[in-house]
């Protein structure tokens, strides 16, 4: 077998049982005589649907897929934990998994009892667990504790011992199901390090993660799963860009529907008779909350001048509601003047998902001084570059006095999310790059584990 796992048209069904009475038993179902209608399952859901794929020994495989994709069922059935409902499933060689870290784990007994019975669950004999015990206790950062009972371990200390004694048994076949939030930045890097050695030693690694960035620079191939089947498979970059893209498509629909109700809501237009005098006091009818900052979202003003539409658009000129950092953006603002004025002031709020207001400005900030406003038209506030770090958005559009009287304000009704590579924090990502002297230097992105480099040493902690 020239492969190191080998799937063919791997379907995986569940049966779920649907109970029609509010107290179903096999006492009540035989009392009745309705046994077979009462448990009968008459629903089934198929976490796979005919996945096939090969894994080349040494190779470093990656899934990708969104929750419920199948892809933690796939490693179960390649582990050997479930089996497929049709088709199979061979590996050549060991396997390790670390799938539910700690599950053979006892807790009334110690962590060094724990690491022998587990250790034994996992194929080692006695004798070589007594060799690589002082190892996995090292690995685990456990060696205050290994006699305590496994009950007064923290959770992250349980499944830092999970790891350690999974990732020791060396395995031909290393089976990942995102595990490696098991402990601090520290341990994370161990982690990394311990797979880097795998690699270099000719393993076969199969990793479940939505770590994207990881599949990039460790995995020589990638599969994306997408309910259940198969939908992309090849060179990583090409298939985490395409995975991004179809999971930004879905984000785009589903910010597009709920700003569409939340804007039918909010911005219902006021009827008015366009004949009939304006209000004496418009200010009492413009109801403007007393905090801005604590505003909710939501719309207020006389609508002397209303705000007819707004549309936020990307590059190509049409509407979006997802954008990467550094990224162009325009907001059109629609309007209407129900009379001519020569006092108004188009306004702009940018907010985080906190409420935080990380920027605004207007026309008359910007020194664009009103001259005069009648009719139909628009107004474009244009970002050449959105440098705001990951995360969702909020924007308030207004048109209002010099005074600050509103005329129409829209309060956080529009919403786009930023998507970076970058893992910033804050709110805003300046242009920048780093300058060192001395003997400073670092390793590029990825090094300790870059795809296809299996000759190097390991990396440094």
Request: aromatic residues 8%.
């Amino acid at each position: 077998m020239t492969n190191a796992i080998e799937a063919v048209n791997v379907t995986k069904v569940y049966r779920k049982y649907a109970r029609k009475k509010q107290f179903a038993t096999l006492k009540s179902a035989l009392l009745s005589g309705s046994l077979v209608s009462e448990l009968q399952p008459d629903e089934t859901f198929e976490a796979l649907r005919g996945v096939s794929f090969q894994v080349p020994k040494g190779c470093t495989y990656g899934v990708i897929g969104r929750n419920g994709s199948g892809k933690s069922t796939l490693l179960k059935c390649v582990a050997g934990i479930t089996r497929p409902t049709t088709g199979s499933v061979a590996v050549d060689g060991r396997i390790s998994a670390l799938i539910e870290l700690g599950a053979g784990f006892h807790p009334e007994i110690s962590g060094r009892e724990n690491v022998f019975i587990n250790g034994i669950m996992l194929g080692l004999s006695k004798k070589e667990i007594q060799k690589r015990f002082d190892e996995i206790v090292e690995f685990a950062e456990l060696k205050d504790f290994i006699d305590a009972p496994v009950k007064t371990y923290s959770s992250g200390m349980y499944m830092r011992l999970g790891f350690a004694v999974a990732i020791h048994v060396d395995p031909d076949v290393l089976l990942v199901d995102e595990v490696l939030a098991v402990g601090d930045q520290g341990f994370t890097v161990k982690c990394l390090d311990k797979f880097a050695e795998f690699r270099r030693r000719n393993k076969t690694i199969l990793l479940v993660t939505h770590s994207l960035d990881l599949v990039e620079k460790f995995c020589d191939q990638a599969l994306w799963l997408d309910k259940g089947k198969t939908h992309g498979e090849g060179d990583p970059k090409l298939t985490v860009t395409a995975y991004i893209m179809d999971v930004e498509k879905a984000e785009e629909q589903l910010l597009a529907k709920e700003e569409a109700v939340r804007v039918a809501q909010a911005v219902a237009p006021v009827a008015r008779d366009e004949d009939s005098p304006q209000p004496h006091n418009p200010v009492e009818t413009g109801e403007a909350p007393a905090n801005m900052f604590a505003a909710t979202e939501g719309r207020w003003g006389t609508r002397e001048i209303e705000i007819t539409g707004v549309n936020i658009v990307g590059a190509d000129g049409t509407p979006a509601h997802v954008f990467r950092t550094g990224e162009p953006l325009t907001v059109k603002i629609g309007f209407r003047a129900h009379q001519p004025t020569r006092d108004f002031v188009f306004g702009m709020g940018i907010f985080n998902a906190d409420g935080l207001c990380c920027y605004g400005t207007n026309t008359n900030i910007d020194e664009l001084e009103p001259d005069r406003l009648s009719g139909a038209g628009e107004v474009r506030f244009v970002v050449d570059r959105l440098d705001l770090v990951e995360g969702t958005y909020k924007f308030d559009v207004a048109v209002h006095k010099l005074d600050g009287f509103p005329y129409d304000y829209h309060r956080q009704l529009y919403t786009i999310r930023v998507k970076s590579r970058q893992k910033d924090v804050g709110i805003y990502r300046p242009p920048h790059r780093w300058e060192v002297t001395g003997d400073v230097t670092f390793r590029p992105p990825g090094s300790g584990f870059k795809r296809g480099d299996r000759d190097g040493d390991a990396p440094a902690d």
